[in-house]
């Protein structure tokens, strides 16, 4: 559904994305998660045609994203900051939506609303950046995208708001096979929905896998010793962290499997335990692990 191959993108001369590439099937959810400053909007910009790449190309449903009118009518956007109808009430947005999408639907919208009750005469810049991130992501569903790019969507929501929100996107993936790709710094509501996660740092996608597979493969064992631990044991390559107090150990694994459970026992461990990292340890040990 979406392929995005070798993508680049400078600002002011300075390179912000890097020879990206990446793929996303058809109805699924992809989390795009880095630090402040990784290129997450960069990205997500070039993919809508907002900015034109260096170099590179991002096709969806088999066509190139750039200056493609009709494509560009089955994407539905949510940036991250609203820079458009300030001035206008929200009615006056649903007309104009009704006039650029001849699929929209104002009876979706009302019935997304009567979840979020935005008032429909007031003006844009008079919401709350809640309730501006609620009307954005109404008016790209009620077009009834193919795909949905979403920019830090949950911003602002509060509790109860987020959750409306998640649920409503989920079903809307169940229902029509919606391809999503998202946004955002609130990890824990990524790890509730995503199939597939993409690292970015310093422009570069750093790590591409399901959830499933890295909830598999990154975790976090506990390690104690009869003896000694074997020398060098810090520096198996396998580990992103280790620390210890006397024989026993904790260590942060990329790649843990039944082989370095056996050859940990090869080394004289007693007791191993394995626990499971959350998404945000996960980033964490992936991009930054002097944080730890």
């Keep these: 559904m979406i392929e995005v191959m070798k993508l680049n993108k400078s600002l002011d001369g300075k390179p912000i994305i890097k020879d ?63 820079e458009y109808f300030n001035k206008e009430k929200v009615r006056n947005v649903i007309k104009y939506y009704k006039l650029a999408y001849d699929t929209f639907d104002e009876n979706r919208f009302a019935e997304l609303n009567g979840s979020f009750n ?26 009834r995208p193919k795909v949905l790019i979403l920019d830090e969507p949950t911003s602002g929501l509060d509790p109860i708001a987020k959750r409306k929100f998640l649920k409503i996107l989920v079903s809307d993936v169940s229902e029509r096979e919606t391809t999503v790709l998202i946004s955002s710094h609130n990890l824990a509501d990524l790890e509730s929905i995503c199939d ?17 597979t890295l909830k598999t493969t990154m975790k976090k064992i506990q390690v104690i010793f009869k003896d000694n631990a ?51 340890d996960m980033l964490v040990y992936t991009v930054d692990k002097n944080l730890i």
């Design 230 to 280: 074997p020398a060098n044991f810090e520096k198996w390559p396998c580990f992103l962290n280790v620390s210890h107090v006397g024989k026993s150990y904790s260590i942060v694994t990329n790649n843990f499997n039944e082989d370095l459970v056996d050859k940990l026992r090869e080394n004289g461990a007693l007791f191993i335990e394995e626990l499971d990292l959350s998404l945000e």
């Design 20 to 82: 990206i590439n990446f793929k996303i099937s058809t109805g699924n959810i992809v989390g795009l998660v880095g630090p402040n400053g990784a290129g997450k909007s960069t990205l997500l910009r070039n993919m809508v045609d907002i900015y034109t790449p260096d170099s590179g190309k991002v096709i969806i449903d088999g066509q190139d994203i750039r200056d493609n009118i009709s494509l560009k009518s089955t994407i539905g956007y949510v940036p991250d900051k609203n």
């Design 118 to 143: 935005i008032p429909l005469n007031q003006k844009v810049e008079k919401l709350s950046k809640g309730n501006i991130s609620r009307l954005m992501f109404m008016l790209a569903l009620s077009f």
């Design 196 to 212: 597939h996660i993409l690292f970015i740092d310093n422009g570069e996608i750093v790590k591409d896998n399901s959830l499933d």
